[in-house]
């Protein structure tokens, strides 16, 4: 063994390998337990300076696991663009977190040989956490790893994780506002500043939402944005961590799986509010009518609201055909908003797989593409060739037509959406700067559709890999004669749809079902359910 990897043997003694369990980096990093992550979260600090080496540029490691619950945590790599880790170099990241202690040094040599990456170079990856009590130690187990490979390291401690996507990218790109939580600030207040000012209407209007922060960093961040806003946009934040527990009862993932609000706040009719996840990188917003329904906006509703508000300004700029707009969602998305977006829009729409980076990818092939998936994750892309056109027309602009005004509000939405990665905050002020300029309120905006009513279980299995599926992960493929069970349980509801993929993190199998009534839906979600219970190994109590 050489002396560098003796050096790495004798680093990971401060962070032995704890157990034999076999780990796989996904599109959240790794995330599980906290207590498993400390040796792992070493190794990745080790990852991500090789991968800092390779492309002679910062990288970032965020400490989080989003909606998961506060014991829980996870640690994953940001490129140099803000970009999730290469999929290339996720098989990487596997081999050396499942690799003996004694193994370790001969993985991280051959990572260097394979990519032919210059060990000279000094490794700079920059840091960043969640609130879970278990994040400054893994914070430090990580930093240890950059370390050990005598790299720089950046900590920038609490922050959201799109706010670290952000830091990396504008550092590596060198963009007009500082690489710095102040520069992101500075980036959606300026831009929001700039798009108001087109809005004749907009000094009569003062908008006002109640964003719950899941008792995480969301609502610390939030209050932080608000000294860059002023008047132009008042954010109160309830569910700040003071007192609650991180992503219990409240946040993104609590509304929308239980389409009700989070417990102990009072709705009030004609109120807006938004609630984020525990590492603000999902978004939903809902209200409550006057007679008390509650009504959530998902986030099939957000990308609905955008793409049909940015589809008038190509419009109205003259740049409709200049610019392709599309939408992707995810098998997810309520069949009722497909059919909106398709017959009443007119904007393409395509379905990718579950997962950010699935949609971010497919996003792709439309010069703007708006992507979400329902649990409210999502952002706009504009491509280079967007970008440049939209410029190009603001530039030449003329603030007193209508074609100049939306061509300068497209430049001003180019700069307040943040296009690397979903992030709460920023979808935060893009949903309110476009319900400002249509002075349009929360019911009018549930209004364009009405979902079908819905049902999201999980069926617990022996392993989830059983199930195999096709199609964005609509068709099962395996085991043999699922699918055609669930289609005959889907033949005997109006406007039936279902189906099943496994979990990426637990032994679980997800169903999602629809149907035209809340009885038929409830009918449809029990049977696929126990269709998976008795032909896919099911544990514990069979589904009733």
């Known amino acids: 063994m050489s002396s560098f990897a003796d050096v790495i043997k004798h680093a990971a003694q401060n ?16 995330r599980m337990k906290a207590e498993k992550l400390n040796f792992i979260a070493y190794r990745v600090g080790i990852l991500a300076s090789l991968r800092s080496q390779a492309k002679s540029a910062v990288t970032g490691v965020m400490i989080t696991a989003s909606h998961n619950p506060a014991c829980d945590n996870g640690v994953k790599i ?6 999730m880790l290469h999929v290339d170099w996720e098989s990487f990241a596997t081999k050396m977190v499942n690799c003996r202690d004694e193994d370790l040094g001969n993985v991280i040599q051959s990572i260097i040989e394979e990519t032919k990456l210059d060990p000279s170079i000094t490794p700079q990856v920059f840091v960043g956490m969640d609130t879970r009590p278990s994040s400054p130690g893994l914070s430090k187990a990580c930093q240890a790893g950059v370390s050990v490979m005598n790299g720089k390291v950046t900590d920038y401690g609490y922050v959201t994780t799109p706010q670290l996507h952000y830091i990396v990218w504008s550092h590596n790109t060198k963009f ?12 959606i207040s300026t831009a929001l500043r700039q798009f108001l000012d087109l809005c004749k209407h907009s000094n009569s209007i003062t908008q006002k939402v109640t964003v719950d922060g899941s008792n995480g960093v969301g609502a ?64 939903v917003y809902y209200f409550i009518t006057q007679e008390g329904k509650f009504q959530l906006l998902d986030g099939d509703k957000i990308a609905i609201l955008i793409a049909s508000y940015l589809k008038q300004l190509l419009v109205d700029s003259g740049l409709s055909k200049e610019i392709s707009l599309g939408l992707v969602q995810t098998a997810y998305a309520n069949g009722a908003s497909t059919e909106y977006i398709s017959d009443k829009l007119s904007v393409p729409v395509s379905c990718s797989k579950t997962g950010v980076k699935h949609l971010h990818h497919c996003a792709l092939q439309y010069d703007i593409g708006v992507y979400f998936e329902a649990n409210g994750h999502g952002t706009v892309m504009f491509s280079d060739k967007a970008a440049m056109t939209i410029d190009l027309a603001a530039e030449s602009a003329d603030a007193n037509t209508a074609a100049g005004t939306a061509a300068l509000k497209l430049s001003a939405l180019t700069q307040l959406i943040m296009q690397i990665v979903g992030d709460a905050i920023s979808d935060l002020v893009f949903v309110e700067a476009i319900l400002t300029d249509l002075k349009m309120t929360l019911s009018q905006w549930n209004d364009q559709y009405t979902d079908l009513p819905n049902v999201l279980c999980k069926v617990s299995v022996a392993d989830r890999q059983v199930i195999k599926t096709t199609n964005a992960e609509r068709t099962a493929t395996s085991p043999i004669g699922l699918q055609a069970a669930i289609d005959e349980a889907v033949l005997k509801v109006s406007k039936g749809r279902s189906f099943v993929r496994p979990s990426g993190t637990e032994d679980v199998v997800r169903v999602y079902a629809e149907a035209s009534t809340l009885e038929e839906v409830k009918q449809l979600s029990l049977g696929v359910a126990c269709l998976v219970y008795d032909m896919c190994g099911g544990v514990g109590e069979r589904p009733v």
């Open 176 to 187: 007009t506002h500082p690489p710095t939580q102040e520069g992101y600030y500075l980036k």
């Open 78 to 83: 940001i490129e140099p663009h803000g970009e």
């Open 220 to 283: 610390m961040k939030v209050r932080e944005l608000q000294a860059y806003l002023g008047d132009m946009l008042t954010v109160n934040p309830v569910f700040d961590g003071s007192t609650g527990v991180l992503n219990y009862q409240c946040g993104a993932d609590y509304v929308k799986s239980n389409q009700t609000s989070p417990v102990g706040l009072d709705l009030v009719p004609g109120e807006k509010y938004a609630s984020f996840d525990g590492d603000a990188d999902r978004i």
């Open 15 to 30: 962070y032995p390998k704890t157990d034999q369990d076999a780990y796989l980096y996904g599109t959240a990093g790794f």
